[in-house]
């Protein structure tokens, strides 16, 4: 195979990775009963349910504030009832999580590559790997900032 097909290849072969991945935890996985929720939970009802009394405000709230603007846009076409609620607050907090995360890939792929050690190849390798290695999947799923 030519290096031009070569990646293009390797870059489906990611992004499909990296979709499939999403599908699955989000079919799988219910983030709010993920490790930790309990405890940061009071920050996404400060954006969500407007619960100012509930919040110390101790720890900076961008992250959390990031997840509610992905739970009003999910909210709005889903007519959420008090029974769906957990899970879309479980996409919400998944799809930003990959969102993050996926910037976090291009990041890396552009540190590499103005480095010049790695070729492009190389490098869509390296984020493959990357994206599946456990503990990167398990943060896609959880909510922690």
Excluded: H
Aim: net charge positive; charged share 15%.
């Amino acid at each position: 195979m030519s290096a031009s097909v070569n990646k293009k290849l390797l870059i489906l072969i990611l992004v499909l990775q990296n979709l499939f991945y999403l599908l699955i935890t989000l079919i799988n996985f219910n983030s709010l009963r993920g490790t930790d929720y309990d405890k940061y939970g009071n920050y996404l009802d400060y954006f969500i349910k407007n619960r100012v009394d509930q919040i110390g405000l101790e720890s900076g709230v961008s992250y959390y504030w990031f997840v509610s603007i992905f739970f009003d846009f999910f909210k709005s076409p889903l007519r959420y009832s008090n029974d769906s609620l957990e899970y879309v607050l479980t996409a919400s907090i998944q799809t930003a999580n990959f969102l993050l995360f996926s910037i976090g890939l291009a990041g890396v792929f552009f540190l590499l590559k103005k480095m010049t050690i790695y070729s492009s190849t190389e490098i869509y390798f390296l984020l493959i790997i990357l994206s599946i290695f456990p503990p990167l999947l398990g943060a896609r799923a959880i909510l922690k900032p």
